[in-house]
């Protein structure tokens, strides 16, 4: 261990101290909270730790059309609680989704951890602050929709996260997450093979139970919580990818194929519908009320 990572004794959302160790998962240093069910990282690296691994970001991001059209989706989706007109996105990457809500009329901002995107983001004419953000970053209730897309499970303080996240969004706002399913089946299957276990990375690894119970901590409602699919993304992080992207341009190459495709789009409809049935989707999609 670093002499700075700090050694978790007890669960970072509900305190519990009766805690498991699963062995197929020692290697990213996994507990399992025993209390409210939570699997997490049981040390916090040192800010050491987190420089080094961020710093190796190329910043290459892909730029998807389909994830584009995806976030034009969610935005429209999103209208009803249009307000002040604010929309903050966590862990906002080089800005994609941001560019996509200023163009739908959004007062668009967005933190990020890694300082070459935030660079890059503002670079872009958008807002964005440094990550992790001081809680008075932003005025308190000062957000009609906050997001947060693949985030979560980077977070060492699930409470002040939740926390800040909740100053920033009004009452009845809406916080919209993603993040990897820990009861999906690709992790059923794969057990200390999936892709997502990755140490210091991800510390917190969500089911939508544990998801809804850490966020009904600091004041959130569910209105949906579903899980999706299979991620290709994430099964190719542990495959050699010849074009040297990770598998995302034939990733993409798929997505298309399916997209163009009745048959095929009928058939990731049934396999989603199994999934989603079950809560075995390799992503949880979530939708959260701040309560009034």
Same mark, same amino acid.
């Given at each position: ?164 996240? $909740?100053? &920033? ?8 997450? +993603?993040?990897?399913?820990? /009861?999906? #089946?690709? !992790?059923? *299957? ?25 966020? $009904?901590? &600091? ?8 899980? +999706?699919?299979?991620?290709? /993304?994430? #099964?190719? !992080?542990? *495959? ?25 789009? $009928? ?10 049935? +079950? ?7 979530? !939708? ?5």
């Amino acid at each position: 261990m670093s002499s700075n990572a700090q050694a978790l004794l007890a669960c970072p959302v509900c305190g519990g101290r009766r805690l498991a160790a699963p062995r197929a998962y020692r290697r990213a240093h996994l507990a399992r909270c025993r209390e409210c069910g939570l699997v997490f990282a049981d040390r916090r690296p040192s800010e050491a730790e987190l420089a080094d691994h961020y710093g190796g970001y190329s910043r290459a991001d892909y730029d998807s059309p389909i994830t584009r059209r995806r976030y034009r989706d969610l935005l429209a989706g999103f209208e009803p609680y249009r307000r002040t007109g604010r929309i903050l996105d966590v862990g906002c990457g080089i800005g994609f989704f941001l560019e996509e809500a200023r163009d739908g009329g959004w007062q668009a901002h967005g933190t990020e951890f890694e300082r070459r995107a935030v660079e890059i983001v503002r670079a872009k004419g958008l807002s964005c602050e440094q990550a992790p953000i001081d809680p008075e970053a932003f005025e308190p209730g000062s957000f009609d929709v906050v997001t947060a897309f693949e985030v979560v499970e980077h977070v060492g303080d699930p409470r002040a996260e939740a926390a800040t996240i $909740a100053s &920033a969004l009004r009452p009845g706002g809406l916080l919209y997450l +993603t993040t990897p399913n820990f /009861a999906s #089946l690709s !992790r059923r *299957l794969l057990r200390g093979r999936w892709s997502v276990v990755s140490y210091p990375e991800h510390l917190l690894y969500f089911t939508p139970s544990t998801l809804r119970d850490w966020l $009904a901590r &600091a004041g959130f409602v569910p209105v949906e919580v579903t899980t +999706t699919g299979v991620s290709l /993304a994430r #099964l190719r !992080r542990a *495959l050699p990818s010849p074009t040297g992207d990770g598998g995302q341009r034939s990733d993409e190459q798929l997505r298309e194929q399916i997209e163009g495709s009745r048959a095929l789009r $009928a058939a990731k409809r049934a396999v989603e519908a199994a999934l989603g049935a +079950t809560r075995t989707g390799d992503t949880i999609k979530g !939708r959260f009320e701040l309560r009034p």
